[in-house]
């Protein structure tokens, strides 16, 4: 990577997010938002899966006093009404009685100083889109904890929430963070990032805790592409468990894969030292090793000989990676850009490739000299 691009990235960015806060300072409603911004006394979470029902939970610990938690399915909704219990996702945790369980549209964000949206990607338009009316007419900041690429748009998640609700102040929590651990009050490191640091700064003081610690950025590009492509990474991870490829295998791996993910957040104006922290490096060792990973254990069943259909079909729990892994491809192929480990993923989902054959190829890789960070820090 040529270091004088990095640069004119890096020039470009700093405008985008000048143009952007200028954009929301000279808002009709910007007196509102800010004295919205002083405090969360209502947090509303879309989406009542593991990670929505986790910040929910997590909100209600740090003394948000209102918090609602809507249901996009009726099913999922009642049944958590039942037992206020996700037994499916997040079995054995207890949602607490003052969090209000909805499946009404309205009732879910009337009134919200801050909507958070944990919503899979593949869903997150068709499901935003139903809460057109209710958010049109206001500037209501909005915090995602979505991780992935839309397929066909190859949107980031933030992208797609303005595109749906118009533009509003942003911000994105991403980092090591499974649901199951939050839960249950297991420490964590997570960063939050917005181009308005006014917003960074409220998520960070409300949510800041006991056994959660949270930093700020302003790359919301380079933490949700890390987030993205991760994912992909993790069934790459998955596979080499499955084939028993042991330890050094898969430390290679991460090591290689990490520079695939700073090479395509690079490329599309990201800060490279966003990729060695919480949402890159962080996020992808956690992904790769835990059992609670759902692309690592995706990764590992089709390593052990299992199609795709059939994993897809035996479990309610959605792999972000597989869809973001069509859409990291598509990107790649658009740019030129050579990601070697990504594009084997690509092809063991889509092109029915052996995965000991991906590995095989991956191997036979013509041998060069290792340039790792050089490239990215040298400076012109």
Not at 132 to 139: C, D, F, G, I
Not at 294 to 310: I, M
């Amino acid at each position: 990577m040529n270091p004088r691009f990095l640069a004119s990235q890096t020039a470009c960015t700093s405008d985008k997010i000048r143009i952007m806060q200028t954009t929301y300072q000279n808002s009709a409603d910007h007196d509102l938002y800010n004295m919205k911004l002083r405090k969360i006394g209502k947090l509303a979470v879309i989406g009542d899966g593991a990670m929505g029902t986790a910040c929910a939970i997590m909100a209600h610990a740090r003394g948000i006093q209102e918090i609602t938690l809507w249901s996009a399915r009726a099913e999922s909704g009642v049944e958590l009404c039942k037992h206020r219990e996700n037994k499916v996702l997040l079995p054995g945790i207890i949602i607490p009685d003052q969090i209000t369980l909805t499946l009404d549209v309205e009732n879910a964000i009337q009134d919200a100083d801050l909507i958070l949206v944990a919503v899979p990607t593949v869903y997150l338009r068709t499901t935003i889109s139903r809460f057109v009316q209710q958010v049109s007419a206001n500037t209501i900041p909005v915090l995602s904890v979505v991780k992935g690429l839309e397929t066909g748009t190859l949107l980031r998640p933030s992208e797609i929430i303005e595109t749906v609700w118009g533009k509003r102040p942003i911000a994105v929590l991403s980092g090591p963070c499974h649901a199951e651990e939050i839960t249950r009050g297991k420490p964590t490191g997570l960063v939050v990032a917005s181009i308005d640091g006014q917003l960074a700064k409220l998520v960070q003081e409300s949510f800041h805790g006991d056994s959660i610690r949270i930093y700020t950025s302003n790359d919301i590009i380079g933490v949700e592409l890390a987030a993205a492509v991760k994912n992909v990474i993790a069934i790459a991870a998955g596979i080499s468990d499955g084939l028993n490829l042991g330890d050094n295998a898969k430390s290679a791996l991460l090591t290689r894969a990490l520079v695939e993910m700073m090479e395509f957040g690079m490329a599309h104006g990201a800060d490279a030292q966003t990729f060695v922290g919480l949402a890159g490096l962080g996020d992808l060792i956690t992904t790769c090793i835990s059992p609670h990973g759902r692309n690592r254990s995706l990764g590992e069943r089709l390593g052990k000989g299992e199609t795709l259909d059939h994993i897809l079909a035996s479990t309610p729990k959605i792999a972000e990676g597989v869809t973001t892994a069509k859409s990291l491809y598509e990107r790649c192929q658009e740019l030129s850009l050579d990601m070697p480990i990504a594009r084997s993923v690509y092809q063991v989902l889509y092109e029915h490739l052996v995965p000991r054959l991906a590995v095989k190829e991956l191997l036979s890789r013509e041998p060069k000299s290792e340039m790792l960070f050089d490239f990215i820090f040298k400076r012109p």
